[in-house]
């Protein structure tokens, strides 16, 4: 494509440059609108200022990419109500051999986890849970956060539904799931390992230290018990009342005389005593009768509630056994080859129908905010597109990074990771894809698909060079920050320092298995 019109192209490229802002520095101070907002705002002035008519902007949105990502969290959104993230989060802690055995374990973990159901949503779900398990056995915190927004983005490289720009590239390129899966999975699983020992040779010391544990849960369980068996007198106002007429009248009792002058009214005494001796003996066997039909009142009722609650723990274990049927249904038809948006959209509709009640709940919790963020990124990008400025720079860089030789592909990484970092990866997959795409595809069909698989994982894993290379590393990093009651703020130098040798060690080993 040839440089367009000096004024669209200068009007074009302002328009991009105020996303690329809003986008990589959502706080901005002259601008604090954040990611979204500034999406809209990028996409409004590509069409007012005569880059994109109308009818062009609507046609730059991808639906197809929108309705896998919309699919997509709502199936992660009912994972999560049945307990799939919670019992990832347990399987970390079980029977845990240490500092060294948990970090490997949440390597592990969150790249299969985010594999499948998006790096975001794994980061969301486990930094509490890790950031607990390291407070709870008094370890420094810093060393498993990293290894759980890195390894959350090396996993989800593996598959087109595992980030955002991976379902670009499984779009644009019309690759298969299946085909996706296995051309990066032994990259990503090599490249899992290499991040760990990275990590463990970085932070051995640290991790080798042994520190008392406190088992705070222990002291909450032994709280609560305390509470709950707190003594609770009963009333007895029938005792009390009893016991406050009989002082009165022993108050009033007539002193013996000795003459015998009131042999009478000690009779009458003597009656009235043996008359309240039988009341008490009818009133406590009222009291006995009526403690022994409550008592079996509350039988039945305890009963019915055991039997109630019996079938709801019932209907609660069918549903969540349905739900992972109906997700790993979706994994093999995706593998199949089936059309990846509606084989996530029919799944996420399955779900709701499976569910039984108002959706409202769980259709609430889907990122619309992030499928806006799309929309006005598509119409951005798409815009800046047609100013030719991606085209001039990739005709320069294109005879540099031919993927015939080791070199070209050297070139092709490094521009992927630095543009990554500096306009995010999915911006960079929009405006580089179909470019890369088209000139491994003059060498071959091979080279062409091998091509979009080295974009997915270098824009993917390029993610990890610094705090604000991914939304991952964001969401880690604010997640541990709010934790209650005792957070922890991941600097970006903390993970600068690890993030720098990791990216390109992880990268580099990746290729050659690509």
């Given at each position: 494509m040839t440089m367009a019109l000096t004024e669209r192209v200068i009007l074009g490229s302002i328009a991009f440059a105020i996303f690329w802002i809003l986008a990589v520095f959502p706080a901005v101070p002259f601008m604090p609108i954040g990611r979204t907002a500034g999406s809209l705002l990028g996409a409004n002035l590509?069409?007012?200022l005569r880059v994109l008519t109308?009818?062009?902007?609507?046609?730059?949105?991808?639906?197809?990419?929108?309705?896998?990502?919309?699919?997509?969290?709502?199936?992660?959104?009912?994972?999560?109500?049945?307990?799939m993230f919670k019992y990832l989060g347990k399987l970390l802690a079980w029977k845990s051999r240490g500092a060294k055995d948990l970090l490997c374990r949440i390597c592990l973990i969150s790249a299969i986890s985010s594999a499948f159901f998006t790096n975001d949503t794994s980061c969301v779900v486990l930094t509490e849970f890790v950031l607990k398990i390291a407070r709870q056995q008094n370890l420094p915190p810093h060393p498993f956060l990293l290894a759980l927004a890195s390894s959350a983005n090396i996993g989800s490289s593996a598959t087109p539904i595992g980030n955002p720009q991976n379902l670009v590239i499984a779009?644009?390129?019309?690759?298969?799931?299946?085909?996706?899966?296995?051309?990066?999975?032994?990259?990503?699983?090599v490249g899992v390992v290499v991040n760990a020992v990275l990590l463990l040779c970085m932070y051995w010391n640290v991790l080798s230290v042994q520190k008392d544990v406190e088992n705070a849960e222990v002291e909450i369980v032994l709280d609560e018990q305390v509470v709950s068996h707190r003594f609770a007198p009963a009333t007895m106002s029938h005792v009390v009342n009893s016991l406050h007429s009989q002082d009165q009248f022993s108050g009033n009792e007539i002193i013996k005389d000795p003459n015998g002058v009131f042999d009478s009214s000690r009779n009458f005494n003597a009656s009235r005593e043996a008359a309240n001796d039988h009341g008490?003996?009818?009133m406590?066997?009222?009291n006995v009768s009526l403690k022994t039909v409550d008592e079996r009142e509350d039988q039945n009722f305890t009963s019915c509630e055991e039997k109630h609650n019996f079938s709801e723990i019932w209907r609660r274990l069918l549903w969540k056994i349905c739900v992972y049927l109906v997700t790993i249904g979706m994994l093999i038809s995706l593998l199949m080859g089936l059309n990846m948006s509606w084989t996530a959209i029919t799944a996420a509709l399955a779900l709701v129908v499976l569910d039984f009640k108002d959706a409202k709940e769980c259709l609430e919790k889907v990122s619309y905010s992030l499928l806006i963020f799309f929309c006005g990124m598509f119409i951005t990008v798409d815009g800046f597109n047609r100013?030719?400025?991606?085209?001039?720079?990739?005709?320069?860089?294109?005879p540099y990074a031919k993927i015939d030789h080791a070199?070209?592909?050297?070139v092709l990484a490094v521009v992927i990771l630095v543009l990554s970092n500096l306009a995010s990866n999915v911006p960079t997959v929009l405006l580089l894809g179909v470019r890369v795409g088209a000139s491994a595809g003059a060498i071959s069909e091979a080279s062409e698909k091998k091509a979009w698989l080295i974009l997915a994982w270098v824009s993917t894993v390029a993610g990890n060079l610094s705090l604000l290379g991914s939304a991952a590393n964001l969401i880690v990093c604010e997640q541990a920050r709010r934790a209650q009651p005792s957070g922890y703020n991941l600097s970006f130098w903390t993970h600068l320092k690890f993030g720098v040798p990791s990216t390109i060690i992880v990268i580099a080993i990746g290729l050659t298995l690509i």
């Open positions: 590509i069409v007012i109308p009818d062009e902007a609507y046609a730059a949105i991808d639906l197809p990419i929108l309705g896998l990502l919309f699919g997509t969290m709502v199936v992660s959104i009912y994972l999560e109500r049945a307990d779009i644009l390129s019309k690759i298969t799931f299946g085909r996706f899966l296995f051309g990066i999975f032994p990259a990503m699983f008490s003996l009818q406590r066997d009222k100013t030719g400025i991606p085209s001039a720079f990739w005709d320069f860089m294109e070199g070209g592909v050297a």
